[in-house]
C-alpha cells in the first residue's frame, strides 16, 4: 500500500511538473503566439528623471 502511494504522488508531481512547464513549453502554451513588448499595457510605463537627478537639480 505504501509504494502504491509513493507511485501516485511521483505521478502527480511529475504531471503538475509537466503541466507548469519543467519539460519544455507547457500544454496551455502550444499554439499561441508569444506577445510582443509593443501589446502590452503602455499607458502604465511612466518615463522620467531618475530621483538623484533630481535632488542634485534642486540644490
Known amino acids: 500500500m ?4 509513493l507511485i501516485v ?3 502527480n508531481i ?3 511538473a509537466f503541466g507548469q512547464g ?3 513549453i ?3 502554451e502550444v499554439g499561441r ?4 513588448l509593443s501589446e502590452r499595457n503602455q499607458q502604465a510605463i511612466v518615463l ?6 533630481l ?3 534642486a540644490r
Open 33 to 36: 503566439e508569444p506577445r510582443t
Open 2 to 5: 505504501r509504494t502504491l502511494f
Open 9 to 11: 504522488l511521483l505521478a
Open 48 to 53: 522620467g528623471a531618475p530621483q538623484a537627478e
Open 14 to 16: 511529475a504531471l503538475l
Open 22 to 24: 519543467f519539460f519544455g
Open 26 to 28: 507547457p500544454p496551455s
Open 55 to 57: 535632488r542634485q537639480a
